[in-house]
């Protein structure tokens, strides 16, 4: 009982500044990815054509990514420093979980031409922490956006014990150093930081501590990085117990 | 499937478009962009707030059917401060969404008091999907909970609980929200035993923190503090940031009479989440009483610092800085407080509680003049008012005025609180050792037997009345018996069980209904989960013509209590 996180990293007043700089830059963030949707999705037929909207749908999905490091890095500075990520799995409906995901990756996939295959049980209820597994799933479609060649899909399933949730895309799939390193994310015999000097590796770190703190009867959650898959590019895979 | 999603306005089956928006926020561009989302669900009725004040007063002008607030608003009120002020005021509709929207996840967001949260919690930035989906699963949330919600603001625990059943078997996504409502409603009602079977069954199925604390919460209502203790411990050795545990854990020590290690506890939970005023006031209270002065004096500076901008302030803070302040021999810096607390507070008789505090100010710094001054004021006031504030109070009251010499109203107090507590064995061995502190030992046995026998021969009669069939003199016995006992649990429910008595022999009477309604309301105010409370309840609203009375017999006297209809916490 004596060894509480009652040593916070740095002063108050660091954790404080930090905090009130995180809620600015949200703030600005918010605004800006804002502003993009809008631009995109309203001028789709017209501005489609003009030669600024790929560059517009790229600054998205740059937006997107800054977004992404830093929900991970706030979610994973909670964790590995203190005081904690409050870790919160409810019941959930599938439906309303792909409703959410899709979401948020709409326009980007839109403006980029790419479609959304989806394929999932809608009213079927399991326990996760919902925001972490948005985060985690957000992420991973914002990843194959990057690969893929014009396809990405998200599949969900029951397999036995576990719920199996897939994003694989028709790209080239992931080179050799992504694949080593998602490897690498689940064996335990490694030390915990050697893949992130990938430049994925945030994600992948993210993705790995937000499944295996999902536990349930002795099972613990998983991630895998695969190529191949039904459409023939990258898999990413969740499995969740 | 394609990647084609669309907003239709009533998708499952709400019509947002007819609805009234409060957005909060502190930045201009945000709100913008919230509207525009809003704007885009079909939305008309928008109003926009910048800060926490500014939300507050336009919370009390419209009832809006959505807010939006961000938990961050700059400097002054909180987006916390906003929700909870609202609710306090009831300047929320029962079937008003409150909508959290932070940076980050918050560990606030699972680790506060229940009545104290939002009915969702929104990560920035927000998006018109997940914006739209937590909507439609907080609005058919509500819907499940409607009448679940109305049987507890009823306080008829028990239908809740039943209630609670009928619609989990429907309802598989809520189902363990149900269940944890329901086991609440069964404590509330006085059933541990069944409140028990349903965290068990829901323990089955996953180790929910709400549930172990749960099963830990009875064995200690059971008189099982160590068990509880354990159990707790275990809670928190899982998860370090359920922080409900480490209060109950504090009161499990307390039990047992381990002020420190509550001491050490409770400190530790301020630590992770310091922004409580309930918690900071517990903290100073207990090191207070272990004489630990600078860990007192920084609970409750931070406990006033931190009720600035909140409607949970407590004048507890003053009142324990004041004696801070007295153990620091600087007397004059304690009444300064004092006074500025009075000046600051209304009602809860805070003039004959700051009162005492300065006599125990003067008694602990040694100036004993001033101290038998303050007594004897005390005893004026006591004199000019009839209402007695809470027993430990009294307690305090009665120890000071005998420390400093003055003899009768002391006694006064100690026979008060036998009569009213005439079967509570703990209590009544506490006076005995009041008077013998005060070398009253023979006297003050006495005068607790003779209270006792006063209140036991009130009750006796007005027994014998209602079992000779005299009820119409019973019922008035025991009105009397009220106003001489107001705190007395046996004659509270006997005069109840009266009243209904004469209403399920001589027909429905709404006066008499609404009378054993208020009767029960101050049991369940000085008494809460009483099983006698929940049966009475029942009877009651079954007698009742219609649902609707009760409702409103039940808001009618709670208001009359001065006691704000709020979701309570477990």
Same mark, same amino acid.
């Given at each position: 009982m004596n060894d509480q996180p009652d040593d916070q990293a740095g002063s108050p007043e660091l954790f404080m500044f930090l905090a009130s700089t995180v809620h600015d830059m949200k703030n600005s963030i918010s605004v800006l990815s804002g502003t993009l949707e809008k631009l995109l999705s309203a001028n789709k037929a017209a501005a489609a054509a003009?030669?600024?909207?790929?560059?517009?749908?790229?600054?998205?999905?740059?937006?997107?990514?800054?977004?992404?490091?830093?929900?991970?890095?706030?979610?994973?500075y909670k964790e590995?420093?203190?005081?904690?990520?409050?870790?919160?799995?409810?019941?959930?409906?599938?439906?309303?979980?792909?409703?959410?995901?899709?979401?948020?990756?709409?326009?980007?996939?839109?403006?980029?031409?790419?479609?959304?295959?989806?394929?999932?049980?809608?009213?079927?209820?399991?326990?996760?922490?919902?925001?972490?597994?948005?985060?985690?799933?957000?992420?991973?479609?914002?990843?194959?956006?990057?690969?893929?060649?014009?396809?990405?899909?998200?599949?969900?399933?029951?397999?036995g014990d576990y719920l199996d949730l897939r994003v694989e895309d028709n790209g080239e799939g992931f080179p050799p150093a992504m694949l080593e390193a998602g490897a690498a994310a689940m064996d335990a015999q490694r030390s915990g930081v050697n893949f992130l000097t990938n430049s994925s590796g945030l994600g992948l770190y993210f993705s790995r501590e937000v499944a295996r703190m999902h536990k349930h009867r002795q099972r613990t959650g998983s991630i895998a990085l695969a190529n191949g898959g039904t459409l023939g590019g990258g898999c990413f895979i969740l499995r969740l117990p | 499937m394609s990647s084609g999603f669309e907003f239709t306005p009533g998708e499952g089956g709400v019509d947002w478009s007819d609805k009234r928006y409060l957005l909060i926020d502190d930045f201009v561009g945000i709100r913008q962009l919230l509207r525009e989302s809003l704007r885009n669900l079909g939305a008309k009725h928008i109003d926009q707030a910048a800060s926490g004040g500014e939300a507050t007063v336009l919370l009390a002008k419209t009832r809006y059917d959505v807010v939006l607030c961000d938990y961050n608003l700059g400097d002054g009120k909180n987006g916390q401060h906003v929700l909870e002020e609202a609710r306090h005021r009831?300047?929320?509709?029962?079937?008003?969404?409150?909508?959290?929207?932070?940076?980050?996840?918050?560990?606030?967001?699972?680790?506060?008091?229940?009545?104290?949260?939002?009915?969702?919690?929104?990560?920035?930035?927000?998006?018109?999907?997940?914006?739209?989906?937590?909507?439609?699963?907080?609005?058919?949330?509500?819907?499940?909970?409607?009448?679940?919600?109305?049987?507890?603001?009823?306080?008829?625990?028990?239908?809740?609980?039943? %209630?609670?059943? $009928?619609?989990?078997?429907?309802? =598989?996504?809520? /189902?363990?929200?149900?269940?944890?409502?329901? &086991? #609440?409603? @069964?404590?509330?009602?006085?059933?541990?035993?069944?409140?028990?079977?349903?965290?068990?069954?829901?323990?089955?199925?996953?180790?929910?923190?709400?549930?172990?604390?749960?099963?830990?919460?009875?064995?200690?209502?059971?008189?099982?503090?160590?068990?509880?203790r354990q159990m707790f411990q275990?809670?928190?050795?899982?998860?370090?940031?359920?922080?409900?545990?480490?209060?109950? %854990?504090?009161? $499990?020590?307390?039990?047992?009479? =381990?002020?420190? /290690?509550?001491?050490?506890?409770?400190?530790? &939970? #301020?630590? @992770?989440?310091?922004?409580?005023?309930?918690?900071?006031?517990?903290?100073?209270?207990?090191?207070?009483?272990?004489?630990?002065?600078?860990?007192?004096?920084?609970?409750?500076?931070?406990?006033?610092e931190i009720g600035e901008y909140s409607v949970l302030k407590t004048v507890d803070a003053y009142f324990g800085l004041a004696r801070v302040y007295g153990n620091k021999n600087d007397p004059k810096e304690a009444i300064r407080l004092l006074n500025s607390a009075v000046h600051q507070f209304a009602g809860n008789q805070v003039e004959l509680r700051a009162k005492i505090t300065e006599g125990l100010?003067?008694?602990?710094?040694?100036?004993?003049?001033?101290?038998?001054?303050?007594?004897?004021?005390?005893?004026?006031?006591?004199?000019?008012?009839?209402?007695?504030?809470?027993?430990?109070?009294?307690?305090?009251?009665?120890?000071?005025?005998?420390?400093?010499?003055?003899?009768?109203?002391?006694?006064?107090?100690?026979?008060?609180?036998?009569?009213?507590?005439?079967?509570?064995?703990?209590?009544?061995?506490?006076?005995?050792?009041?008077?013998?502190?005060?070398?009253?030992?023979?006297?003050?046995?006495?005068?607790?037997?003779?209270?006792?026998?006063?209140?036991?021969?009130?009750?006796?009669?007005?027994?014998?009345?209602?079992?000779?069939?005299?009820?119409?003199?019973?019922?008035?016995?025991?009105r009397e018996a009220r106003v001489a006992l107001p705190n007395n649990l046996r004659i509270l429910f006997n005069s109840a069980q009266i009243l209904i008595s004469h209403l399920q022999q001589n027909g429905f009477v709404r006066e008499l209904s609404e009378e054993a309604i208020a009767v029960l309301m101050h049991v369940d105010k000085i008494s809460p989960g009483q099983q006698r409370f929940a049966q009475l309840m029942e009877q009651l609203a079954m007698m009742a013509p219609a649902p609707a009375a009760l409702a409103s017999s039940v808001g009618d006297a709670l208001e009359a209590m001065g006691d704000a209809r709020q979701r309570e916490e477990e």
């Open positions: 003009s030669d600024d909207y790929p560059q517009m749908s790229h600054m998205l999905y740059q937006t997107k990514r800054l977004n992404d490091n830093l929900i991970q890095l706030l979610a994973l590995v420093g203190k005081p904690g990520y409050p870790f919160e799995p409810a019941p959930q409906q599938i439906g309303e979980l792909v409703e959410q995901v899709t979401s948020q990756a709409r326009v980007l996939l839109q403006s980029k031409g790419i479609t959304l295959d989806l394929d999932f049980p809608h009213d079927l209820i399991w326990t996760f922490d919902e925001d972490l597994i948005i985060g985690v799933l957000v992420h991973a479609i914002n990843n194959a956006i990057r690969y893929t060649r014009d396809r990405v899909s998200l599949t969900i399933r029951v397999d | 009831n300047l929320l509709l029962p079937s008003s969404v409150f909508l959290m929207v932070s940076a980050e996840k918050s560990v606030e967001s699972v680790m506060g008091a229940a009545e104290h949260q939002p009915d969702a919690y929104i990560i920035k930035p927000i998006t018109e999907g997940v914006l739209l989906t937590r909507l439609n699963r907080v609005w058919l949330k509500k819907q499940i909970f409607a009448e679940i919600d109305q049987a507890f603001g009823d306080k008829d625990y028990l239908r809740a609980a039943r %209630l609670c059943d $009928a619609q989990a078997s429907q309802n =598989k996504l809520h /189902e363990i929200d149900l269940l944890r409502m329901k &086991a #609440a409603m @069964l404590l509330k009602a006085g059933e541990p035993e069944q409140a028990r079977v349903v965290y068990e069954r829901v323990l089955e199925d996953r180790d929910y923190n709400w549930a172990r604390a749960g099963l830990a919460k009875i064995r200690m209502r059971n008189g099982e503090p160590e068990a509880a275990a809670v928190i050795a899982d998860n370090l940031y359920y922080i409900d545990a480490y209060d109950q %854990l504090a009161n $499990a020590y307390l039990l047992m009479g =381990k002020m420190e /290690e509550a001491c050490d506890v409770l400190e530790r &939970a #301020a630590k @992770l989440s310091p922004n409580s005023v309930p918690r900071q006031r517990n903290l100073g209270t207990v090191a207070l009483k272990l004489g630990n002065i600078p860990l007192a004096e920084r609970a409750f500076r931070k406990c006033i100010v003067y008694h602990e710094s040694g100036d004993f003049r001033r101290a038998r001054k303050s007594g004897d004021e005390l005893e004026q006031m006591l004199v000019s008012e009839p209402d007695r504030p809470d027993t430990d109070t009294c307690l305090e009251m009665a120890t000071l005025l005998f420390a400093v010499g003055v003899k009768e109203a002391p006694k006064d107090l100690l026979c008060y609180l036998a009569r009213n507590n005439d079967d509570n064995q703990v209590l009544l061995e506490e006076l005995q050792r009041v008077f013998d502190k005060a070398r009253m030992s023979e006297e003050g046995e006495a005068l607790i037997q003779a209270s006792r026998k006063e209140a036991a021969d009130m009750m006796n009669k007005g027994v014998l009345l209602w079992k000779t069939g005299k009820l119409n003199e019973a019922v008035e016995w025991m």
